[in-house]
C-alpha cells in the first residue's frame, strides 16, 4: 500500500531478499502474488537495488505491471496488472478505494480497547526521509481502523487487524506508534522494546479483495500472517 520503496531504496542498499515471490493466482489479465518481506516492489535507484518484486515476476508474465506496493519490510498479498487495459481498471479501483485491503500485526502492549480508528493526518518528515511524521497543521488526512485479534499478556503484545482507508507512506506504522502501540520490528517508529521485540516488521497484507478487470467478479485473496519462530 506504501510508496516508499524508492525512497527507502535510496537510502540505503537493500539486503538480498532469498525468499521467492509466491505467485496466487494468475490469469491473462492480472496476478496476485505474495510477498516476501525484504523485498522491494519497484527496482531503487541504487544499481544494487535492481531486485525487486516486478522485475522477478516479469521474468515469467512479461507483461506484468505495479498497481500498487507494499514497503519493503511488509510481506502479504499484490496485484499486479497485465497490460495497460487492465492496469487502467485496477488503478481506479484503488483511486476510488474499492479494493478492501486488511493487515495483521503484532504491536507493543496491550491494546486496551477491542477496536477503534485512528485519524491522526501525516506529511513527509523531509530531513529524514523515507520517515512520516504526525502533522495537524499541513498533513493529509489519514484513517485506519483497528480490531484486536488476540492479546497475549505473557509477551506483553497484541494482535491488531488493520484496515486502512486511505493509502499514506508509512500510514499502518504511524497510526499504530501514534496510539503507543508501535508495531513490532519496526525500526522507524519503534521503541527499543519493540525493535529489539521482533526480526522483521511485523506487519503483513493478509486480506485483498478487488473486481477483476475483465469479468467484474470479485477476486479475494488471503495470505497466511504465521510469524511463528521470528519473535524470540
Not at 511524521?133 to 499478556?153: F, I, P
Amino acid at each position: 500500500m506504501d510508496r516508499t520503496d524508492q525512497q527507502t531504496a535510496a537510502a540505503f542498499i537493500a539486503p538480498p531478499c532469498k525468499e521467492q515471490v509466491e505467485i496466487l493466482h494468475a490469469d491473462d489479465h492480472c496476478l496476485l502474488i505474495n510477498k516476501p518481506s525484504g523485498l522491494l516492489s519497484v527496482p531503487g535507484r541504487l544499481p544494487e537495488n535492481r531486485d525487486c518484486v516486478i522485475s522477478r515476476v516479469q521474468q515469467h508474465y512479461p507483461d506484468a505491471l505495479i498497481v500498487h506496493r507494499l514497503d519493503m519490510d511488509t510481506s502479504g498479498i499484490m496485484v499486479l496488472a497485465r497490460g495497460k487495459e487492465s492496469h487502467r481498471h485496477f488503478s481506479i479501483q484503488f483511486q476510488d478505494r474499492l479494493a478492501d485491503k486488511e493487515y495483521m500485526a503484532w504491536v507493543e502492549g496491550l491494546v486496551l480497547n477491542d477496536e477503534g480508528s485512528m485519524d491522526q493526518p501525516m506529511r513527509c518528515d523531509w530531513p529524514n526521509r523515507p520517515k512520516q511524521m504526525v502533522d495537524y497543521q499541513q498533513g493529509k488526512s489519514a484513517l485506519t481502523h483497528y480490531s484486536v485479534v488476540k492479546r497475549d499478556e505473557a509477551a506483553h503484545r497484541t494482535l491488531l487487524k488493520l484496515t486502512p482507508v486511505t493509502g499514506r507512506s508509512h500510514q499502518l506504522r504511524i497510526h499504530c506508534a501514534a496510539m503507543g502501540h508501535p508495531i513490532l520490528g519496526c525500526r522507524f517508529y519503534g521503541t527499543d522494546t519493540s525493535i529489539n521485540a521482533a526480526e522483521r516488521l511485523q506487519l503483513h497484507a493478509y486480506y485483498l479483495s478487488i473486481r477483476h478487470p475483465e469479468s467484474s467478479e470479485l477476486l479475494t485473496m488471503h495470505s497466511q500472517f504465521d510469524f511463528a519462530g521470528e519473535i524470540p
